[in-house]
């Protein structure tokens, strides 16, 4: 009743009232403290303007408003944006209330949590009469989702439609300038190739990625690799947008990637490059032949112990077991950094090293102090040489152990193992060791010895096992063409690596 004994006689609807005052910013105190307790709005709306931003007053009144309140829903929407249930709430709360900004803020939500048919559902229903800025938005999210499912008939018809509106923010120029530097449309114009010659980079590599983000991250890795002691023999072309329907692979996180590799012959006339290399949402890591297969978590450490098997190193840590490099000892050098030999020998030790030295590509590098042979006692008191450098000389290139075979059958009965030119462990061993100072020697001594042949060589390895004999000898000649060395380019016609 004190209360009202300060009402107007004129204002006979207490609500209006206290809305009116409160508005005009000439309540008391007493009047303020009666609205909120009837949840008046405007009561409301002024408490939260001196409340704490996001303290426990503030979420209380937000609570309040947001029942009424578009925006007010959208704002607790936000607040929550790491609570997946309580945003989603919120959201489609505001949503109801007809807040238009809810709504693409949402379909944003869901793609960036990877839901990209909840994304596009949540535009489905726009408003007719929406801001620039939010219809600007609300296109980006479109083309983003047709990015991330290769839906480029999509993407052309949203730009055709929107590009002048596009044009007219810069959220919408740097969408479309990526567009046309991703080379995402096919009318992207043919000058924007990278015109890389093998004379110009003999390890050439084009990177692929399949959405905007992880194009974005390739080029941060590429970056990255210029601090790895590799960048100084690879070089990479631009990246470029390839949509992940064309790739048809199988990628989950812990078995390796694996592609159907006839997929790439359409884009072939438009890569420049020796190597290609895709980076997909998840799956794990590898090399086949001329193409690098890894996922968007994979780091810079990663990408460059990949690299190295396109240019013949060997894992160092354990193959699978069965793996054919492992099933016998070598007949000839396969790799710049892993022998597979016999263990034990008989006979003059002189002779034997020279055989030895023969069979490893690290030869020139290992010293003739530097022992690679010990003498041993086997069954029966028969005396043989085993190979290996003593740990006295773990300082230099010798001949040691490496785990490569440590999975084979055959290695278990001690009959042959792997070795590698040094003692410590590698980036081929831990991806975030580095690369020994001997392995990028024998890389700059000879560059195209143990090469992967380039990616013309899937192609016609897949094209041959479809039964299509005239499309694999045309990309088995285009693999050759890369090569410069006689040998290699007889090797590579053969078919047989």
Not at 315 to 332: I, M, N
Not at 352 to 380: C, F, H, M
Not at 409 to 415: F, G
Request: hydrophobic fraction near 40%; charged fraction near 20%.
């Amino acid at each position: 009743m004190l209360l009202l004994m300060g009402l107007s006689t004129s204002s006979f609807f207490l609500p209006q009232y206290l809305t009116k005052i409160i508005d005009a910013n000439k309540h008391s105190s007493a009047q303020l403290n009666f609205a909120l307790e009837q949840e008046n709005q405007s009561a409301l709306k002024f408490a939260r303007t001196k409340a704490l931003y996001h303290s426990a007053q503030w979420l209380e009144l937000s609570i309040k408003l947001a029942k009424t309140r578009g925006k007010a829903a959208y704002q607790l929407a936000l607040y929550y944006q790491n609570q997946p249930k309580q945003a989603e709430f919120w959201y489609k709360s505001a949503i109801r209330l007809d807040y238009a900004k809810a709504r693409v803020a949402l379909a944003q939500y869901y793609f960036k949590q990877g839901q990209f048919e909840k994304s596009a559902h949540a535009l489905i229903s726009l408003p007719q009469n929406l801001s620039q800025s939010l219809i600007i938005a609300a296109q980006t999210v479109k083309i983003n989702i047709a990015l991330n499912l290769g839906k480029i008939d999509d993407v052309k018809a949203i730009v055709s439609e929107y590009a002048k509106q596009l044009q007219l923010t810069e959220q919408g120029q740097l969408l479309l300038a990526d567009l046309s530097k991703y080379r995402v449309l096919k009318n992207s114009s043919p000058s924007t190739l990278n015109k890389l010659n093998a004379t110009d980079c003999d390890n050439s590599i084009q990177l692929f990625a399949t959405n905007l983000r992880h194009l974005k991250q390739l080029e941060q890795l590429v970056t990255e690799f210029d601090n790895q002691a590799l960048s100084t023999v690879v070089c990479f072309s631009p990246v470029r947008y390839m949509a992940i329907t064309a790739l048809d692979c199988i990628g989950e996180p812990t078995k390796a990637i694996n592609c159907n590799e006839i997929n790439w012959q359409p884009l072939s006339k438009s890569i420049n490059s020796r190597y290609v290399g895709v980076m997909l949402p998840e799956g794990g890591a590898n090399v086949h032949y001329g193409i690098l297969y890894f996922d968007a978590q994979d780091n810079v450490d990663v990408v460059a112990h990949e690299v190295s098997h396109l240019l013949g190193f060997v894992d160092e840590y354990p193959l699978v077991a069965g793996h054919v490099k492992c099933e016998s000892s070598q007949d000839k050098i396969f790799s710049r950094n892993v022998s597979v030999l016999k263990r034990r020998y008989q006979g003059n030790k002189q002779t034997i090293r020279e055989k030895i030295l023969q069979q490893v590509a690290w030869a020139e590098y290992i010293k003739d102090s530097t022992p690679i042979l010990q003498e041993v006692t086997g069954l029966n008191s028969q005396q043989y040489w085993q190979i290996g450098t003593p740990e006295l000389f773990n300082h230099e290139v010798g001949v040691f152990i490496s785990k490569t075979c440590d999975s084979s059958v055959n290695h278990k009965r001690d009959d042959f193992a792997s070795f590698k030119p040094v003692s410590q462990q590698t980036k081929l061993q831990y991806f975030a060791l580095e690369f020994p100072e001997v392995y990028i020697l024998l890389l700059q001594d000879n560059p195209s010895r143990h090469l992967m042949p380039s990616f013309h060589y899937n192609i016609a390895l897949a094209s041959f096992q479809q039964g299509n004999i005239s499309q694999a000898k045309d990309y088995l000649r285009r693999a050759m063409s890369w090569e410069h060395d006689i040998d290699r380019r007889n090797i590579v016609s053969q078919g047989n690596l």
